[in-house]
Structure formats: C-alpha cells, structure tokens
C-alpha cells in the first residue's frame, strides 16, 4: 500500500528522512511513535502524497472554518465525492439526507448538539471531534491523522480512535499516547530524529518497550 525504499522525506530545504526504507501492507492499523520533532507529521505527508485519491486526511492542527458551523465543516469531508452544484446547495441549504447523514456521524462523535454551531464557539475536544468527523466522511478506505485525539480524555479518545479505525480498511495514526497506541493498533513504528528505531507488532510490545522512544526526550 505504501512503500519507501532509501528515500529522503522533509521539507524544503530541510531533510528529516535521510534513508526511509519502509513498507505498510492494506490491512494493516499502524501507530507511529515518538517525540516531537521525530518526524511523525512528515512521513505522514509523505504517505499521503503516495495515495491521496485514497486516504481520509486529519492533519493535528484540524484546519477547520471557523465560522461555518460542525455540519459545514464535516459535509467538506464529501466535496471531492459530490458535483459543485451540490456542494453549493447543501452548504447553502442542506437537504434532508445530508442532514441525517452528517447528523448520524455527529451523533457517533457526540456533536449531536452542537451540529449547526459554528466551530470557533466549540472548546478545543469539540473542534478536533469536527476534525475527525470531516476525515471519516471522506469515506475513503485509509485513514491518516496526526494526533487525532489529543485534545480528549482516555476513555473518550480511544472510544473514538476505535470508531474511526472500525471505519476503514487500513490507518497510520501519529499517537503520542503510549497506552492507546497499544490498544488500538496492530503495529508500532517508533520514531527518533529521522530514523526508525522501533518496528513490532503490538503484541510483542510493552509499554516499558515503547516508554524507551521517549528517554532522550525526558
């Protein structure tokens, strides 16, 4: 599905992946770890550029419209999907399915009520719920998202991580979250300054395992 053999991977003029070889299987549900800086967000990119006609996007800043509402933000997720003069209608004037349709994927985010509430009166969970939410209506088989639940407890991020991993055939999902990546992943990639320093099926992992991609970060 995805495959990187010696490549460099960053931005500009700056190199983060010297010598990425890498390969993801469809099917697979992968965590990538590690600290800030380690390079999560742009082998993230990189992936995303092999297969973008493929794969739902929720990049971590969420990138959303701030003054349209949590219907007009997630409804975005089927722009690509839909003709322009639906597009135009729904975001003017939602039919009755759109609305059933965004409404019953609120629901599932516990946005029911706050479906038509423009997203700058949200708090910082709400918004990335919306994020998400736009990325699962894409309705594309591979979900890639950069922390996509950091802004929620534990129980309620994994509920949710669960949900969107349910929802589609394969994921990479950037955690920072040691415990949820265990439990909702089948395979960890542990990043540090560039490199791969971990590569495992999470069965074999432990937490102890994955707390060592962090030490130097201590």
Known sequence: MFHFQQARLGHGDQVVFDDLTLTIEHGEKV???????????????????????ACA??????????????F????????????TLTNLRNLLAPSRHER?????????????????TSVDQLSG?????TALGRAL????????????????DEHQGQALLTLSLARHDSAVIALHDRALA????????????GQIVLDAATRSLSLSDLDALYQDDA
Request: hydrophobic content about 40%.
């Open 31 to 53: 965590a990538l770890l590690g600290p800030s800086g380690a390079g999560k967000s742009t082998l993230l990119d990189a992936l995303r550029r092999q297969q973008e006609a």
């Open 57 to 70: 996007w929720c990049p971590q800043a969420g990138a959303l419209v701030p003054m349209l509402s949590v």
């Open 72 to 83: 007009h933000n997630i409804y975005m997720g089927s722009l690509s999907r839909n003709r």
């Open 100 to 116: 059933e349709q965004v409404g019953a994927l609120a629901a599932d985010l516990a946005l029911h009520d706050k479906l038509f």
């Open 125 to 129: 969970g709400q918004a990335q719920r």
């Open 137 to 152: 209506y894409t309705q594309r088989p591979i979900l890639l998202a950069d922390e996509p639940v950091s802004s929620l």
């Open 182 to 193: 265990l439990a909702c992943s089948d395979r960890i990639i542990g990043l540090n300054q």
